[in-house]
């Protein structure tokens, strides 16, 4: 499975983006799917995360700001982003997780909140 996300830019604070990962195979069989992200000079950090019974969590830092959500027959994963924060700026990747520990990553999306 490939991972393709894209939708990243450059906003003003306050403003919003809807990031997309698209997979080149089926997500409904994936367990779980994702979104980190890894700002300058920092660890990789989960954003948010939907699991295959519709679960979600988020961190602590986006939580009411930032929603995930799939399309299964796009094979889509979104990330809505709004009251964006120059804090949210970031690389953002996608991450798709399926049965026997198979993992797999997007190439990230570059996020610039701009103050």
């Known amino acids: 499975v490939q991972l393709q996300a894209f939708g990243g830019g450059s906003v003003q604070a306050g403003g919003s983006l809807r990031l997309s990962c698209a997979a080149s195979?089926?997500?409904?069989?994936?367990?779980?799917l994702g979104w980190y992200r890894q700002a300058p000079g920092k660890q990789r950090e989960l954003v948010a995360i939907?699991?295959?019974?519709?679960?979600?969590n988020y961190a602590d830092s986006v939580k009411g700001r930032f929603t995930i959500s799939r399309d299964n027959a796009k094979n889509t994963v979104y990330l809505q982003m709004n009251s964006l924060k120059p804090e949210d700026t970031a690389v953002y990747y996608c991450?798709?997780?399926?049965?026997?520990?198979?993992?797999?990553w997007g190439q990230g999306t570059q996020v610039t909140v701009s103050s």
């Open positions: 195979g089926s997500i409904v069989s994936s367990n779980v």
């Open positions: 939907l699991t295959r019974g519709g679960s979600t």
């Open positions: 991450n798709a997780l399926y049965e026997m520990g198979r993992a797999y």
